[in-house]
């Protein structure tokens, strides 16, 4: 079997009965959207994730615009986010008439950092999204106490994230909103669409709850101009199956990260991934970093492994402030020094990464790395 990037159907083979029976649940109760089972996976996402408040959405770009809508963020006002990640936070704050600004990262970790953060922050700040991207958390306590002092909102992107910790305590839950994408790549995956938002204000979830379904509490009493994004019975009957088994999955990440450190170790030209004290790396993304500045050394490598029967992939070549709807309108964004961004996006390769990943495999995959740099 060839090596691949990630492995959705090896996972669901293990897992097929509880999904399956999840799945013939539904078919069975035909209550199709929201329901108990919509219900009782929130429940259980909540105990997971150290008793937050949590709401099924349709999706995770569904949950980011949500949450903004539920802040009132719109016109005039400005949301700092990184520029190094998956276009879909600046997407919904542009979406609402905000503007999106971009911070610069951290080179270690990939986040956004919080240094870049207080220098971008004005009175039209309404917002914080650090993205944890990769699997690993951004350094969040001092982005809360600079959005503490100037009373602005922490919206903590965990798309990538579900399942790691900053210092004990769990990502999603720390700002005022967390965000979660359960799109099948996802480290928590279902077999469609789905998303989720964290609080753990009650008021502020009820907010989104709100805006989540047409702005009605009431059937026909609409309150304030919603959108129809809910999660649906079958996704969340098949995340109940998965969720019992996030901890293990997230182990195989783990597990397949410490084996890769172990192989990539003496390998010169490139580092593997930066693991920060304060917290967990769960992995979504094994990333490495090809040294010299060059994207054509780094693609040269991605091709040499390709000619191996090796897949890898750029999260993200093009930072968000580089993209055609940033770059070709001068006032859509606004960002500050992006030296270490660019840096990333020449840099970056990731490595086929999932729960499925044997011992074997990763072996191919060094093999095939030293041999480029030996070549
Ligand atoms: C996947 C992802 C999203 C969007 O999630 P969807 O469910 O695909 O809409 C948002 N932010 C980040 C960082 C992501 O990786």
Redesign the pocket.
Known sequence: MAIQMVDLRGQYLRIKDEVDAGIARVLESTQFIRGAEVDAFESELSLALDGVGTLGVA??????QIVFMALGIGPGDEVITPSF??V??AEAIGLLGATPVFADIDPGTFNMDPAAVGELITERTKAIVP???FGQCADLDPILALACDRNVAVIE?T??AVGARYKGRAAGTMGGFG?L???PS?NLGCYG???AVLSPIEEWLDRARLISNHGSRRKYHNEVIGVNSRLDAMQAAILRAKLPHLDAFTAARQQAADRYDALLADVEYISTPHRADYGTHVF?QYTIRVHGNDPGKRDALMQHLKDNGIPSYVYYPVPLHLLPIYRDNKDSCRFGDMTHTLQAANEVLSLPMHTELTAAEQEQVATAIQSFFQG
């Open positions: 999706n995770g770009t569904d949950a980011l990640t998956f879909a936070t993205v944890h991207l992107d798309a990538q965000t994408s359960f799109f996802k669409d789905g998303g979504h």
